[in-house]
């Protein structure tokens, strides 16, 4: 079956191959928080995007390969409920927005910065740091070298919109800046967008809609 990243808690994840990475999608928690399992498919090694929630289940889905890292796109509670215990049960190193780090009550091992390289294996990602739904929300980059873009948004860019910045307008401004000049002007349009929450997207079919966000100022 192809990929879609239609999943729903309780349900199986979604699984896309590209030629150097494995991308498992899965919904976990009572507010359908998407975690991302990120494997390179030459050395097997693994890295999680947002434990958030439900560790049997993310447990499950790391199985026998263990993990090597798990990345926290940002503070907010809903993205690391599961942090804890998935860092206990694998040994995992823990990565997240060197601003957000404070606010998550699991020690921090590498703080990110914009620009900072992550590895998975032998497959290489970046951070890019994005100002506004938390003061260090990161989203990761891929540029698939035999293909499109990947990025993981976190909550900070959604089908309809960027991330919820609390009707602060120094906030909106912040984030809708830094989407658009660090993620729609340096990525193309069949960029596909993994999201915190909900279904995925691309560039393409958000980028029209820019005007629109930021005129209605959410």
Known sequence: MPYTG??????PADVRETTH???????VGNIDNNAYLLRCRATGEQLLIDAADEPETLLGLIGEGGLAAVLTTHQHWDHWRALAEVVAATGARTLVGRADAEGIPVPTDVPL???????VGEVELVARHLVGHSPGSIALVYRDPLGHPHVFTGDSLFPGGVGNTQKDPQR??????????KIFAELPDDTWVY???GRDTTLGAERPHLPEWRNRGW
Do not use: N
């Open 21 to 27: 990475l494995t991308i498992a999608k899965i919904a």
């Open 6 to 11: 239609d999943v729903h808690v309780g349900g």
């Open 195 to 197: 999201p915190g929450h």
């Open 172 to 181: 909106f401004a912040s984030l809708i800046d830094d989407v658009e000049t």
């Open 113 to 119: 910065d914009d620009g900072d390289v992550v590895r």
